[in-house]
C-alpha cells in the first residue's frame, strides 16, 4: 500500500464491511516517502526524521518552498500560494515529513497541502460576523499568555512559535511572525512573564487542571519543560495538565530523537504520578495520511515510557469531513494509543472559510463515528461558541436552523443566562439566503430571530 489517501480511495471503493475498511487504519507507510522531493532525495532515514534536521529545513517563504521543491510542481501553483498569503492570518512554515506526504502530482485537492499553505483560488470572503480572536482569549485573560474562563482550568500560552504554522490558527492573533493582515499579540517564553501566570495560578485554589500550550510546547527547550512542569506540579490545588502540541502530526521523529527532551517530559510525567497527579500529552492530527511507521514508533516510545497521549481534530472541509476518512482517522488513532478526544468544528478564522463546514455535516459525521469503536475512542464534536461562551457538545444546541446556517447555543457553567452563536459557512447555504446574508438588516433579523427561538 502506497499510502494512507490511496487506502482511503480504496476503502471507498470497497464499501463498509469490506476488510479493505476494517484493516485500511492499520496499513502505516514505511517507504522512503521523503525520496520524491528534489532537495531530500538523497537524505537518508535517520538524518530526514531527526529533528534538527525537520526544524533547519522547514521552509518558511514561497522562494525556499519552491527551491526544495524544484519542478514537482509549475509557476502557477507558486502564483497561487503566493496570493493565497496575501490574505492569510498565518505566515508559512512547513516541515519537510508533511511536505514531502503531499502527493504533489495533485497538490490542489490534497489535504496536507490544504492545511498549510493557502492557495487564492481556494479562498472565500470571510464570513460577516468573524472578528480576530473571536473565542474573546484575550477578553478572559487575568494575565498575559492565561486565559481563565472555566471555573477548574486554565489555558497557558507558554511561548507564541510552533515546528510548524497551520493556515487555520485559532490563535492566529498570537501565533507566528506578523502578516500583512495581522501585527501579533507576542507571548514569548520568558521568566518573568511566566512568574506572573503562576502567582495568579497560585492564586486561585479552583484551578485544577492546566492547559500547558502555545504556540506548541515541542518548541519549549528541555528545561523549559521542567521548568513549567516543576513549577505546576509544584503547586498543590493543580491535580493534572497537559502539554499541547501539533509536533506528533507534522515531525513525530523528534520523539526519537530529541531524547532531552523526551526525558524532560518523562521525568515530569513520572513525577506527577508519584505524586498521584496526571500529566499528560494533548496532540492534532486532522488527517489519517499525517501518520506514518515514524509515527508508529514515536508513540510506542511514549507507550512504553508511560506517557498518555489524546488527540484534538480540527473538521475540515476537503481535509477530513467525510465519514470513511474520519473513521480511519479514529481508528489509527486509537491503534496508536492515542485517544481521540475531541474534534472541533472549525472556528471562525480570517482567511480560512473554505475550511469550514456545516455544523450539520459534523453531526452526521458523527452519528456514523459512534459504534465504530470504543466509546472511549469516539471523539466529541465541539463548538467553541462565539465570544467567550466557551466549548459545547455540537449536538446540545438550542436552536439550529439548517436554511440560515445559525446555531444557538448556551453555556450555563461559563455565562449563565447568555445566548452564543455559531455560523455555517455561507457558501453552504442556499443562494436566496446567502443574498440576505448580504444585507445588514436582513442579517440582524435572522440573528434576532435565532435567539428568540432559542428562548
Ligand atoms: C479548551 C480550553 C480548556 C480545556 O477545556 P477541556 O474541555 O477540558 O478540554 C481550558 N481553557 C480554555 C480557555 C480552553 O479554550
Ligand atoms: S500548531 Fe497549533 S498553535 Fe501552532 S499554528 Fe498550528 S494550530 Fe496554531
Same mark, same amino acid.
Given at each position: 500500500m502506497e499510502s494512507a489517501s490511496v487506502d482511503v480511495a480504496q476503502a471507498a471503493i470497497a464499501g463498509v464491511g469490506d476488510p479493505e475498511v476494517a484493516f485500511a =487504519?492499520?496499513?502505516l507507510r514505511r517507504d522512503a516517502?521523503?525520496?520524491?522531493i528534489p532537495a531530500y532525495a538523497n537524505v537518508d532515514e535517520n538524518t530526514f526524521h531527526s529533528h534538527v534536521f525537520q526544524a533547519r529545513n522547514s521552509p518558511t517563504s514561497v522562494e525556499r518552498l519552491q527551491e526544495v521543491l &524544484? *519542478? $514537482?510542481? *509549475?509557476?502557477a501553483f507558486y502564483a497561487d500560494l503566493r496570493e493565497g498569503l496575501r490574505r492569510a492570518p498565518m505566515s508559512i512554515r512547513i516541515s519537510p515529513y508533511i511536505l514531502s506526504l503531499i502527493d504533489w502530482n495533485d497538490p490542489y485537492g490534497d489535504p496536507l497541502r490544504t492545511q498549510f499553505l493557502p492557495l487564492a483560488s481556494q479562498q472565500l470572503p470571510d464570513h460577516p460576523e468573524l472578528h480576530l480572536d473571536s473565542l474573546n482569549e484575550l477578553g478572559d485573560? +487575568? #494575565? +498575559?499568555g492565561l486565559t481563565h474562563r472555566y471555573p477548574d482550568r486554565a489555558l497557558f500560552?507558554?511561548?507564541?512559535? @510552533? +515546528?510548524v504554522y497551520c493556515r487555520? @490558527?485559532?490563535r492566529s492573533y498570537a501565533v507566528g511572525l506578523d502578516t500583512d493582515g495581522v501585527e501579533k499579540v507576542r507571548l514569548s517564553a520568558n521568566r518573568s512573564r511566566w512568574s506572573q501566570v503562576f502567582d495568579y495560578l497560585r492564586s486561585?485554589?479552583?484551578?485544577?487542571?492546566? #492547559?500547558?500550550s502555545g504556540g506548541d510546547v515541542?518548541?519549549?527547550?528541555a528545561a523549559q519543560i521542567r521548568e513549567v512542569g516543576e513549577t505546576l506540579l509544584d503547586i498543590? =490545588? !493543580?491535580r493534572r495538565f497537559r502539554f499541547a502540541t501539533k509536533g506528533p502530526a507534522v515531525m513525530p521523529g523528534k520523539i526519537l530523537s530529541d531524547v532531552d527532551w523526551v526525558d524532560a517530559l518523562v521525568d515530569v510525567v513520572d513525577r506527577g504520578r508519584r505524586m498521584h497527579k496526571e500529566v499528560v500529552m494533548h496532540t492534532h492530527f486532522?488527517?489519517? &495520511?499525517? !501518520?506514518?511507521g515514524v509515527t508508529q514508533d514515536a508513540m510506542d516510545l511514549l507507550t512504553e515510557r508511560g506517557v498518555t497521549v489524546r488527540n484534538q481534530a480540527v473538521l475540515q472541509r476537503g481535509v477530513n469531513d467525510d465519514t470513511l476518512t474520519m473513521q480511519i482517522l479514529v481508528k489509527r488513532l486509537s491503534y496508536l494509543n !492515542?485517544?481521540?478526544?475531541y474534534v472541533f468544528f =472549525?472556528?471562525?478564522?480570517? *482567511?480560512?472559510?473554505?475550511l469550514r463546514t456545516t455544523l450539520g455535516t459534523g453531526l452526521d459525521i458523527e452519528k456514523t463515528l459512534r &459504534?465504530?469503536?470504543a466509546g472511549f475512542n469516539t471523539p466529541t464534536f465541539i463548538v467553541d461558541t462565539l465570544g467567550g461562551g466557551g466549548k459545547r457538545d *455540537? =449536538?446540545?444546541?438550542?436552536h439550529y436552523n439548517e436554511e440560515t446556517g445559525i446555531a444557538v447555543f448556551s453555556s450555563p457553567t461559563v455565562r449563565p443566562g447568555e445566548h452564543f452563536f455559531y455560523f455555517d459557512p !455561507?457558501?453552504? $447555504?442556499?443562494p436566496d439566503v446567502q443574498q440576505r446574508w448580504k444585507d445588514t438588516n436582513e442579517r440582524q433579523s435572522m440573528m434576532e430571530e435565532a435567539l428568540a427561538v432559542a428562548g
Open positions: =487504519h492499520r496499513r516517502f521523503w525520496k520524491t &524544484g *519542478g $514537482l510542481v *509549475g509557476p485573560s +487575568p #494575565v +498575559p500560552l507558554t511561548l507564541d512559535t @510552533c +515546528p487555520f @490558527c485559532t486561585r485554589p479552583e484551578v485544577e487542571d492546566v #492547559v500547558v515541542y518548541n519549549l527547550r498543590p =490545588h !493543580i486532522n488527517h489519517p &495520511g499525517e !501518520i506514518t !492515542i485517544q481521540p478526544y =472549525h472556528d471562525l478564522v480570517q *482567511g480560512v472559510e473554505d &459504534g465504530a469503536t *455540537g =449536538h446540545s444546541y438550542e !455561507i457558501d453552504c $447555504l442556499a
